[in-house]
């Protein structure tokens, strides 16, 4: 079971940029994906982006060209870097692993963490 834990949320412009951050413990070298997933009152958790241990890059349509993914060198903390980013980004983001390859449903994921707020105002 790999451990979650996100930070870096809070409330920003619109057009402004946050970086969020996923540190994680309990994982090996064996293959994987990590991703971030994020979820607004009254839609569905939305796939947003995922990596792989071979740093394979899958993103959501709807944050292309915005958003970045990227691991540390040690791939203990994944990264979310957002600019420019719009108030329909506004959700709660989380980040979630699954063993394998990487994956855009959310229910093909079985660790998770407890989410960090994201709020883009205007």
């Known amino acids: 079971q790999v451990q979650l834990a996100e930070s870096g949320g809070g409330s920003v412009q619109e057009g402004g940029s946050l970086r969020l951050s996923c540190e994680s413990s309990g994982r090996t070298y064996a293959k994987y994906c990590m991703g971030w997933f994020r979820q607004a009152p009254g839609k569905e958790r939305e796939g947003v982006a995922g990596i792989d241990a071979d740093e394979r890059i899958m993103y959501g349509e709807s944050v292309k060209g915005r958003f970045t993914i990227s691991q540390d060198n040690d791939k203990n903390v994944l990264y979310l870097q957002m600019d420019n980013l719009k108030p329909e980004d506004t959700a709660m983001y989380y980040c979630?692993?699954?063993?394998?390859?990487?994956?855009?449903?959310?229910?093909?994921?079985?660790?998770w963490g407890q989410g960090t707020q994201v709020t883009v105002s205007s």
């Open positions: 979630a692993a699954r063993s394998g390859n990487c994956a855009s449903a959310p229910t093909a994921f079985t660790s």
